[in-house]
């Protein structure tokens, strides 16, 4: 069978792609298709890739499958949401989660990650002989449970097309929309910014924790500060988090910023009141509400709560690029529906340090709502002491 596209004729791999091409058609204009070349990052990878896989990703490019599927394309290594770079976080959530019975990549038939949901819950190759024979594993992330299925990918993106194909972790979600794949132009919230580096490199490069330093001071012994592992937080999360965030949590610790702000620190000791704790507590609260500019996490590309007001106003990451470019959302409990987000186009700490020097005042609050009484920053053992 051949079929003409934007590259000319092609011979399509018989059976598995055929199938998903009748329930699921390509785009017609496919956005930012893989055609190759095929030998760079199969020598990245230590392997072949299965024949159907590499049809799709020249077929049908960057998108979403059933509103909620991505599947990798190959890209930069260091860029979200492409196949190489997702294998170390895939790698990490997987070998830090509980009852997983697979070795992860790059061990000798490790799991092979090609796609994510919108949870964040993993699609894997088990990659067992030779790679057109290779099945799928599916990951819920949330019940850290595994499923199996006897097939390749493209078939099981069928079967999911045609509700032949039910995992338990997309239950709920596949009743086949239309179209059941969509482009990722034009969409928000599971797909990345195309550029790798050049859109990071293209903004003014970005102050880190020295930004919040020389405005407030570190306390000379922080309280509960927390100096790693961040593998086992970042692979709760799904993502790893921003070089100043880190800094903060080592340097200054859990405490009171201006008197009436938190922000939420890891810990190895106390499950409760900890940034993954608040994240996930945070993110059940907005997850009720359906008219809502953002996605929040779980979802890939959703927001990331890291603070808290003494007034519940809420501090989140938009977490689109590269981490240490992330942008800084502020949500305002007092404010209407059109007004209640705002963000602001720094990290953490340039955002800190801009409430506590006064170039950044949120909309809706006055400069004498950020002057503390005592110190700007301080650690919460000097409060429970008092």
């Not at 970042?234 to 922000?263: N, S, W």
């Not at 519940?312 to 007092?334: C, E, T």
């Amino acid at each position: 069978m051949f079929l003409i596209y934007a590259t000319g004729w092609a011979k399509l791999t018989p059976m598995t792609i055929e199938r998903l091409m009748q329930v699921a058609p390509p785009p017609a204009k496919p956005f930012q298709p893989f055609i190759g070349p095929w030998e760079p990052v199969e020598a990245y990878l230590g392997t072949e890739l299965p024949p159907d896989y590499k049809d799709f990703a020249r077929l049908y490019g960057r998108g979403r499958f059933m509103e909620f599927l991505v599947i990798n394309l190959p890209g930069d290594p260091g860029r979200r949401g492409s196949l190489e770079g997702e294998l170390q976080m895939s790698r990490d959530m997987i070998n830090l989660g509980m009852g997983v019975r697979y070795p992860a990549w790059p061990d000798p038939d490790g799991l092979l990650n090609v796609g994510l949901t919108e949870f964040n819950d993993r699609l894997f190759w088990l990659p067992r002989g030779d790679p057109s024979d290779w099945t799928i594993v599916v990951w819920d992330r949330a019940l850290q449970r595994l499923e199996t299925f006897d097939c390749s990918l493209t078939d099981f993106l069928a079967g999911l097309a045609a509700g032949t194909i039910l995992p338990e972790a997309f239950a709920g979600r596949t009743l086949a929309p239309d179209p059941v794949f969509e482009p990722s132009q034009g969409l928000r919230g599971l797909v990345w910014p195309t550029g790798p580096s050049a859109v990071a490199s293209a903004r003014t490069a970005r102050r880190g924790i020295e930004a919040l330093e020389q405005v407030v001071p570190p306390p000379p012994e922080p309280y509960r500060p927390f100096t790693g592992p961040w593998k086992r937080v970042e692979a709760y999360l799904g993502t790893e988090l921003p070089q100043d965030y880190k800094d903060f949590a080592r340097l200054y610790g859990y405490g009171l910023f201006l008197g009436v702000m938190i922000i939420h620190v890891p810990s190895n000791d106390d499950p409760h009141g900890t940034l993954e704790a608040e994240v996930r507590e945070v993110s059940r609260a907005f997850n009720s509400h359906a008219d809502q500019p953002y996605a929040m996490w779980p979802r890939v590309g959703g927001l990331i709560n890291f603070g808290v007001t003494e007034n519940g106003d809420y501090l989140f990451w938009l977490p689109i690029g590269p981490p240490d470019q992330w942008k800084v959302v502020f949500w305002d409990r007092g404010l209407s529906e059109d007004e209640c987000f705002e963000e602001f186009d720094c990290g953490m700490a340039e955002f800190l340090a801009g409430l506590a020097d006064g170039s950044i005042l949120p909309r809706g609050h006055e400069r004498e709502d950020l002057e503390p009484d005592g110190p700007v920053f301080q650690p919460y053992s000097d409060r429970v002491e008092s």
